[in-house]
């Protein structure tokens, strides 16, 4: 068992967003969120990775074996991407393997200032930078934005390798990435409003 959460309701500003989920995702698995802009994809993947409490239930899987990526892609602007990926390599204490340049087709960018990349390379570096940190579980919030077609095969081909080894993952995304994966429509999952009809989309 990789992750197992059960009756889990989660919300954002005090005000609940989605209840009573439970569901299993078992090393070698990820699962697929999926469900209109607003409905709490965001706010799930934060409560499962801890950066968030959980208004009731359960989130179970073994200590520090997560990590979270969100819209931000984690560089820092004044390093290299090689910098980049040294710095995060030694706060886990891994090396920094020189296939991870191929993986995310980081190559021929090297010597490159994070803050002179596109959207889209900063994207792979961060992305890179991830799998650096060797952690099982990841809770990705649309890993692909700003990544071509190209740049999207190659992260699908990444994510299926980290499966294949025994990870797993929970990624909410609109694409598809072409993994053998169930979906999960958040939307039966939707929290009944209060009575004022408060919510907070902002940080759905």
Partial sequence: MSLRVTDLTCARGGVSVLSDMSFDVPAGAALILRGPNGVGKTTLL????????????????????????????????????????????????????????????????????????????????????????????????????SLDAFSVKLFAQWMQGHLTGGGSAVIATHIDLGLDAPELDLTPYIATQDETGGSDEAFL
């Avoid at 359960?58 to 820092?76: F, I, P």
């Avoid at 393997?97 to 190559?107: E, G, K, N, S, V």
């Avoid at 990349?117 to 692909?144: C, H, M, N, W, Y």
């Fill in 46 to 145: 934060r409560t499962l990775a801890g950066l968030q409490p959980a208004l009731s239930g359960r989130v179970e899987m073994a200590k520090e074996s997560s990590a979270y990526a969100s819209h931000a892609d984690g560089v820092k602007q004044a390093l290299t991407v090689t910098e980049n990926l040294r710095f995060w390599a030694e706060i886990y204490g891994h090396d920094v393997p020189d296939a991870i340049y191929q993986t995310f087709d980081l190559d021929d960018l090297r010597q490159r200032l994070a803050g002179t990349l596109s959207a889209g390379q900063k994207r792979r570096l961060g992305l890179a930078r991830l799998a650096l940190i060797k952690r099982r579980v990841l809770f990705l919030d649309e890993p692909t934005v």
